[in-house]
């Protein structure tokens, strides 16, 4: 048995990170069944396509997907309306029900943080953000646009059935961790209707994880300890958009976009996961080998072993485990370098993790 996997390169540095994963995912001698899929931005401005449903009944036959980034310059008037954003990646991760986006934030050995004084002790928690709800449902609209009286809303979708299965997993995750303690993260002062049904469905759950120790804190708040207590944070559970924006304070804190991993899992197994960098495609550093392949690589091990877990795939969770230890044994040489940028190519980061799987 070996695991399909569809890969989805992208735009931008998303083909030379996802390159960088494939030549490790070789180098672990896993066999794997690999197709590659062109979804982007560059492919919609040649074709008009972006993500049909068709497209996504071919993809759900795979076991896991591996993307690298979508999406070209933010100012882009062609991509304008968030096409390629919802119309392939948020398309996806609703499709295919990955109601889990899973985001460690973990300050690996020798990676720099700008938090001074701060170690790899004090930052190592993971955000579990709920990624097919709230701002993101795309519910709202806009009237009279253009004109002075212009209005628009945009909806933020709160179930309680989407709560609980989010919730109900970051319990089970915080259950399993050495510190079993679980934080919501909201704005129950001032969103006050979503605010209550998440407050009301995470008291309900915890109930039934007497082991897990639990908090709140309202989201801006959560940055300000992020930054000047991290290591008060064992295991976070946020809403989609807040979660889209700690996370990317989480990388910074944890040493740049270029180290942060994630998985969008569908934990029910009902359809394929999908793996990738927090990153995006970031068009300024395209095309220069500058990019840091290690989020990439390490959203691979992450694949691997989840996929493998839900597979009860043995060598693919142990091929996991050593693409994980391989990346910890390169990071202490990125010491000193400075955030984001490790002074190595992209190609020579890649190299060394390679070598260090051997
Ligand atoms: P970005 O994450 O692409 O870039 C932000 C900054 O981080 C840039 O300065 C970039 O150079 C740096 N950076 C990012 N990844 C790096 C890496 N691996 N190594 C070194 N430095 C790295 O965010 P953005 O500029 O806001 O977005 C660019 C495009 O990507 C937009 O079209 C956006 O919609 C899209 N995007 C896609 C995804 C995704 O596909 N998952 C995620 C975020 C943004
Ligand atoms: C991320 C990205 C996406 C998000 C965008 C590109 C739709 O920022 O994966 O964090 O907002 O979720
Ligand atoms: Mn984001």
């Not at 550093?285 to 989020?295: C, D, K, T």
Request: aromatic share 6%.
């Amino acid at each position: 048995m070996s695991l399909s996997i569809a890969v989805i390169a992208g735009d931008g540095i998303g083909p030379e990170v996802v390159d960088a994963a494939l030549e490790v995912l070789d180098a672990t001698g896993l066999a794997t069944e690999r197709e590659a899929f062109p979804f982007s931005a560059a492919h919609y401005l040649q074709t008009g396509a972006v993500l049909t449903d068709a497209d996504v009944r071919r993809l759900r036959r795979f076991d896991a997907i591996l993307l690298g980034a979508v999406g070209g310059q933010p100012n882009d008037p062609r991509l304008a309306g968030g096409v390629i954003e919802k119309g392939i990646l948020l398309k996806l991760r609703f499709d295919l029900d990955q109601y889990v986006n899973y985001r460690p934030v973990k300050l690996y050995p020798g990676i720099d943080t700008p938090l001074r004084g701060r170690g790899p002790e004090d930052i190592d928690f993971v955000c579990i953000r709920e990624n097919t709800e709230g701002l993101y449902a795309g519910m709202g609209g806009a009237a009279r646009v253009g004109t002075p009286q212009e209005v628009s809303t945009q909806t933020m979708l709160t179930t309680a059935f989407g709560v609980e299965r989010c919730v109900r997993y970051a319990f089970g995750v915080a259950q399993h961790r050495e510190r079993a303690h679980l934080t919501l993260i909201h704005k129950t002062n001032v969103l006050t209707h979503a605010g209550a049904t998440w407050k009301r469905v995470f008291d309900g759950v915890a109930a039934e994880f007497p082991q897990v120790e639990t908090g709140y804190h309202h989201v801006d708040a959560c940055c300000m300890h992020m930054v000047a207590n991290p290591g008060q944070y064992d295991v976070l559970v946020v809403p989609n958009m807040f979660g889209d924006i700690i996370t990317d304070l989480g990388a910074a804190i944890a040493g740049g976009m270029g180290i942060a991993a994630s998985g969008n899992l569908n934990p029910d197994g009902t359809a394929p996961s999908m793996f990738e960098p927090v990153h995006g495609s970031a068009p300024d550093i395209a095309g220069q080998n500058l990019a840091n392949p290690i989020a990439a690589i390490d959203s691979l091990g992450l694949l691997l072993r989840e996929t493998g877990r839900i597979k009860g795939d043995g060598e693919a969770v142990e091929a996991g485990d050593r693409v994980g230890e391989a990346v910890r044994a390169v990071t202490p040489r990125f010491a000193g370098k400075g955030l984001d940028r490790s002074g190595y190519g992209t190609d020579e980061v890649t190299a060394m993790v390679i070598a260090a799987l051997a």
